[in-house]
């Protein structure tokens, strides 16, 4: 798992690594500075004022001092450098990241999003992509430098006087138990912690959108209640983080000050033969506590980089799943569409051998209207899924125009396909955008295809017409309103073949009339499949499918159908005609 992860984070790398070796670059000249600035206060100490020399040597000392201080502005200046660079750095991997994760949730198929919650989603492109934003402007921005400090120290403490630097270092192993072991428990403690933070992001997401339904059935206690469960839950899962942290800290800080008095009690006692002088213990309590506040500092981001690592880890666990990526390059691209369906044997299960469609075999021939009827979960939402692609057969064949849909590009069939749905979405755009999609299509064109469906007096009526912007999910219109706006979209986009799933369920009894017109004119052009509840929809199409359970039952025009005495569509027709006389 660990080589795995260095190779994610190694990815979203690489293509930095001209400014990472520009960044190392530079914090190896901050470094050079902050390692010479305590020595050139050991050579004023140990060389002028420890042997009462300060003011012969005064003019030395001011030049010292010069140094000094040109040191410090051009570290601050390099280090000014240093942090833009790596947050402008940190800034084009998440920009790329992002980008990555939402074109692949984009690209993935829908079985894909039948396994994963538009929660999870939300988290993994908000809350784990900021997490790794804080990774590398916060701990990136140190952490090349402070690697480098350590070492520069390391090696000038040797230099200087091995024997004292050895006797410093016997803090160090104590150092890398500790880290090691606290480092491990935190890992697993901060995995635990991002999971139950992922179910809560899913509960509010959930929550926020079912915010109507909650309230119809009253349930706000309840959804409260269950709030706090899942917000104390995440609080008692941080606070052994916040303690593991602590500890490394503390202990650290402890370690650091026995390694300044190891030093201190070393030189006086002249401890293995080491004899100092002043200076030399100044540079040496210096350098070992330049040595622990990097040593700190990455302890303190320790946290942030645990963050880091889980949502790496969660967004990569997606992006490298490629089997779920629909191909939308390769296929053979349609021209002109005549609009012949055809399903040979096809066998459909959403999972495993749970079949929902079993050996079916019909034809739809080019400009032929088409209805499915039967009982809920009787396949008839499956078999429009299936046309367009949306999941991908176990056994048979779908013909397009006598071609396997498998051999047609995606983009290709689905732009040739359109669809109504009883629940259409419509963005928080206007009017025009929820119709065009991107497209570009003129105001008059736009206009013709409102007054197609029937919306004229809906549009006309807002105070921006077409471009009247909607709230979001469209909640500033009415259910009806919305599938005007897709009857609407649907026929500005003009595709060969009309899907129409209850698609006038929410529209009142006159416009679905005038509606119901402009489809029969499009019928007859165009190849349309019906499904329809409301029998009454559906009786002037050229042929009904009547499903169960996954097969067919019968196939037929409605007066051949209603006359068969003990027909499963005459039971079915006899019932609901029975149920509105009622």
């Not at 096809?346 to 739809?364: C, M, P």
């Not at 396997?404 to 963005?427: A, C, H, M, T, Y």
């Not at 119901?516 to 009786?539: N, P, Y």
């Amino acid at each position: 798992m660990k080589n795995k992860t260095y190779q994610r984070i190694y990815k979203m790398l690489r293509p930095q690594v001209k400014s990472i070796a520009i960044i190392s670059i530079l914090a190896i000249l901050i470094n050079v500075g902050e390692v010479v600035k305590p020595y050139l206060i050991k050579i004023v100490i140990d060389d002028y004022l420890t042997a009462n020399l300060y003011q012969k040597g005064i003019m030395t000392i001011g030049m010292i001092g010069a140094i000094y201080i040109a040191i410090v502005l051009i570290g601050n200046i390099l280090n000014f450098i240093v942090t833009t660079a790596t947050s402008m750095m940190g800034e084009n991997v998440i920009y790329s990241l992002r980008n990555k994760l939402y074109r692949y949730i984009q690209y993935a198929n829908i079985p894909f999003h039948d396994k994963t919650p538009a929660g999870t989603l939300f988290v993994r492109i908000t809350s784990d992509v900021e997490d790794i934003t804080t990774l590398f402007k916060e701990v990136i921005t140190t952490f090349i430098k402070d690697i480098l400090i350590i070492i520069a120290l390391i090696v000038m403490m040797l230099s200087l006087n091995y024997r004292l630097a050895l006797m410093a270092f016997l803090v160090i192993p104590f150092v890398l138990v500790t880290s090691i072991v606290i480092t491990k428990i935190s890992n697993k403690l901060q995995e635990y912690s991002k999971t139950v933070k992922t179910k809560l992001n899913i509960f509010l997401a959930e929550s926020i959108y079912g915010v109507k339904l909650i309230k119809i059935f009253n349930r706000q206690y309840e959804k409260q209640k269950e709030c706090e469960q899942l917000c104390t839950s995440f609080w008692k899962s941080r606070i052994p983080t916040g303690i593991t942290e602590a500890l490394l800290v503390g202990i650290l800080k402890v370690l650091e000050n026995i390694a300044v008095v190891i030093i201190v009690w070393s030189s006086i006692n002249y401890l293995v033969g080491i004899d100092v002088d002043v200076g030399l213990v100044y540079v040496f309590v210096t350098y070992i506590k330049q040595i622990f506040t990097p040593i700190n500092r990455l302890v303190e981001n320790f946290e942030t980089v645990q963050e880091a690592i889980v949502s790496i880890n969660k967004i990569y666990d997606i992006l490298e799943h490629k089997e779920y990526l629909e191909n939308f390059e390769d296929g053979k691209i349609l021209e002109d569409v005549e609009g012949k369906i055809e399903f040979k044997n096809v066998w459909f299960a959403y999972e495993g051998e749970n079949w929902i469609l079993k050996n079916i075999s019909f034809t739809i021939e080019p400009g032929q209207s088409v209805a499915l009827v039967g009982k809920t979960g009787s396949g008839k939402t499956t078999i429009t899924n299936l046309i367009n692609r949306f999941y991908e057969i176990q056994k048979g064949e779908i013909l397009l125009d006598g071609i396997n849909i498998k051999d047609i590009n995606l983009r290709s069939l689905r732009e040739k396909i359109g669809i109504v749905l009883q629940n259409p979405f419509v963005f928080a755009r206007s009017v025009k955008d929820n119709i065009q999609l991107n497209k570009n299509f003129s105001d008059d064109y736009i206009m013709n295809t409102v007054k197609l469906a029937s919306a004229e007096n809906f549009v006309n009526s807002l105070p921006n017409g077409i471009d009247e912007i909607s709230s979001e999910r469209g909640s500033s219109y009415s259910s009806g309103e919305k599938q005007l706006l897709a009857f609407a979209r649907i026929f500005a986009h003009d595709p060969s073949i009309f899907i129409l799933d209850e698609a006038t369920a929410n529209i009142d009894t006159k416009t679905e009339e005038l509606i119901q017109k402009s489809v029969d004119k499009i019928s007859k052009e165009k190849t349309s499949i019906f499904i329809a509840h409301r029998l009454s929809t559906i009786v002037n199409v050229d042929k009904i499918i009547v499903l169960n359970q996954g097969e067919i039952l019968e196939e037929g025009s409605h007066t051949e159908l209603v006359n068969k005495p003990n027909g499963y569509y005459n039971k079915l027709y006899n019932a609901y005609y029975n149920s509105l006389v009622g």
